[in-house]
């Protein structure tokens, strides 16, 4: 089972001979430092990078690329060498970004030699650094393990190898740099591969909310697809919100995954009609398995609605500009005005106008039908993580043996096409906590102006989520522990409190939500300091080491400054350390009670009961209509899938 990790993680390695494969989007340097039981580097022999490529048990890439696969033979490492770690750099010679906060979040895996993956890290937060340890691969007590590091330099190569107690890292850096540089400029440009074959290109970016800009979206650019309109905007982030708090806008961005070899060859889709194009296939994307490929599918599926909508969007818009320039010119000419002529002309600008709007709504309706049909296709393939409630795969569920990769939020769409809806798909663990709008504001939907109405939706769609996330993870690593100071949301909460998938009844009163709320920050104190401190392996016997969720409804009435500041610290602090927040909330009631709440809105990913137009994508900004995935009226499988996992957690104990 693949250990997704995040940062300050570990996670033991059972093989000796293992690749480390690295995707970032951009070309890039790889390369690696071996150090002592005190973390120092003893020399420049030490370090393997581009001019020095082998060292004893490792092999780095001799050039900068956009995808690295590093050797490692812990077998063969000399005995005096405690800790390999791997560092990533950008190139200062390229002429490309200098910064890693410009690029695509950097992905790395852990791989045995038949390419199973053992663990995995996306490399995110980072801003002004140009060099980052990536990842360290340490002897503890004669056993390696690794640990997912994420330590960015802003400095540099020169800063990084410094830190390591390298004397000669200035000179070392440049001479890096300067291999770099000329393997660069021997590199030659690899043939591309036919533009209709999306398969064989770069994983596709899409959408996804959380961390430089995109529900899919900011990373290397992938090849666009032929007929979809192509854009400067770097393509591999995830929907973020249009700015709906204060503050400024929030980042939703979230980094999408991305492979160093080629993927099984995808399902051969049927042969197509003569100048038509190729019918869809599911599957027919980039990724090392069936649900990674489905995944990329869907994101690149995303991106090309995005696209193709902003190239319709900006056709009408200049029909608009030239038509009213046309018009202002024939008003502008006194002798126009007069008589037929002026007539005339604005019916020919109109005409104009019409023809161009005309071909701009044939080609986009050429593309969306296209994508509806791709859709209607991938749709009823998703794995159960990505499928919509109302999906007869929930029918066979079965409590899974491994997390997956991605969890799906809702739906999104744009007005051109309200029928083509777009899964959300988030990856797992989650990065950030939710934050489900239980207020009025931006709702689209004129159906819920009873405020109990929409808050009971809220908790609702709260539970629905919760239920999503405890159904996807084996028996026993999710937990779920609920806050419900007026006791106002046990007719929503009822499922998860009659199945007994909670860690214990929801917390009522000052008193119960004062002690889930200390048991908590206590749980992420502890981890935290044990990842620090190195000792992740010396835990409590008694702690629950599952992810933790904690679903907080009608906030904040009933909540002192002291809880305030607990559910910040957690929201903030928690996801590092597997502790998650699902807040139930009115954001414009909440405003009443002065700016103290702001960063603790702008920490969390805003979604909504009902239809709501807040997210945008990365790529051009467009105003996404999000819509959540609730349980069909009358079904009974919500229901049917909680009782599975509580009897599979029943089993555990």
Not at 286 to 298: D, K
Request: hydrophobic letters at 40%; charged letters at 20%.
């Amino acid at each position: 089972m693949t250990a997704e990790l995040v940062r300050g993680q570990n996670h033991p390695l059972s093989q000796a001979r293992i690749e480390i494969r690295v995707s970032a989007g951009k070309p890039i340097v790889a390369g690696a430092t071996l150090s002592d039981e005190h973390g120092k580097v003893q020399g420049v022999e030490w370090v393997a990078h581009p001019g020095t490529p082998t060292l004893p048990g490792l092999e780095v890439s001799r050039q900068a690329a956009a995808d690295h696969r590093l050797a490692v033979d812990l077998g063969a490492m000399p005995e005096a060498v405690h800790r390999v770690s791997v560092l990533l750099a950008l190139p200062s010679a390229a002429g490309g970004p200098v910064q890693f906060g410009a690029v695509a979040a950097p992905f790395v895996a852990v791989t045995g030699l038949d390419g199973t993956e053992i663990a995995s890290y996306t490399i995110t937060g980072l801003k002004a650094e140009s060099a980052v340890v990536a990842l360290e691969l340490y002897r503890r007590q004669g056993a390696w393990k690794v640990r997912a590091v994420g330590q960015g330099y802003a400095g540099g190569l020169a800063e990084l190898l410094a830190d390591q107690g390298l004397p000669q890292a200035h000179q070392l850096a440049g001479g890096i740099n300067e291999a770099v540089a000329q393997g660069m400029a021997r590199s030659v440009q690899a043939p591309r591969t036919p533009d209709g074959d999306r398969s064989r290109q770069a994983a596709a970016p899409a959408f996804g909310p959380d961390q430089t800009g995109s529900p899919y979206g900011a990373q290397g650019a992938a090849e666009p697809r032929p007929g979809y309109p192509t854009g400067s905007v770097d393509p591999s982030a995830v929907a973020q919100p249009s700015g709906s708090g204060a503050g400024g806008p929030i980042d939703y961005s979230h980094p999408r995954r991305r492979n160093a070899a080629p993927p099984p060859p995808p399902p051969t889709a049927p042969a197509a009609q003569p100048g038509q194009p190729a019918r869809p296939v599911a599957g027919d994307a980039t990724g090392w398995s069936m649900e990674e490929r489905l995944y990329n599918q869907v994101w690149g599926i995303f991106e090309d609605l995005a696209r193709t909508t902003a190239a319709y969007r900006s056709a009408v818009d200049f029909a608009d500009s030239r038509m009213e320039k046309e018009l202002d010119q024939v008003l502008s000419d006194p002798r126009s005005r007069i008589g037929g002529q002026g007539d005339a002309a604005r019916e020919a600008a109109r005409a104009k106008h019409t023809q161009l709007v005309d071909r701009a709504r044939t080609a986009l309706d050429r593309d969306l039908a296209q994508l509806t049909a791709e859709v209607e296709v991938v749709e009823p393939a998703l794995p159960l993580a990505f499928a919509r409630w109302d999906n007869p795969v929930w029918h066979g569920y079965r409590v899974p043996m491994e997390i997956p990769m991605a969890l799906r939020l809702g739906d999104l769409r744009l007005p051109e096409c309200p029928e083509l809806r777009i899964p959300m798909l988030v990856r797992l663990p989650l990065e950030r906590g939710l934050w489900i709008d239980s207020g009025r504001a931006g709702s689209l939907d004129g159906g819920y102006n009873d405020s109990h109405d929409l808050r009971q939706l809220a908790m609702e769609t709260a539970v629905a989520h919760a239920a999503r996330l405890l159904a996807v993870y084996p028996a026993g690593e999710f937990t779920v522990h609920a806050i419900d100071p007026a006791g106002s949301g046990a007719q929503a909460l009822a499922p998860l409190v009659q199945t007994g998938v909670l860690a214990a009844p929801p917390a009522i009163g000052a008193a119960g939500v004062s002690e889930v709320l200390v048991r908590l920050t206590q749980r992420v104190d502890l981890v935290q300091m044990a990842v620090r401190g190195g000792a992740a392996d010396s835990l409590p016997p008694g702690l629950d080491t599952s992810e933790q969720l904690l679903i907080v409804n009608d906030f904040p009435h009933g909540f002192d400054d002291r809880a305030v500041t607990q559910l910040r610290y957690l929201a903030d602090e928690g996801p590092a350390v597997g502790v998650h927040l699902m807040m139930v909330a009115d954001r414009e009631e909440a405003a009443a009670y002065g700016p103290l709440l702001d960063p603790l809105w702008r920490s969390l990913m805003r979604l909504t009961p009902v239809p709501d137009d807040h997210l945008a994508d990365p790529w051009v900004g467009h105003a996404w209509t999000y819509e959540p995935c609730l349980v069909p009226h009358g079904s009974q499988v919500l229901q049917q899938v909680l009782t599975q996992v509580a009897m599979a957690r029943t089993k555990l104990r």
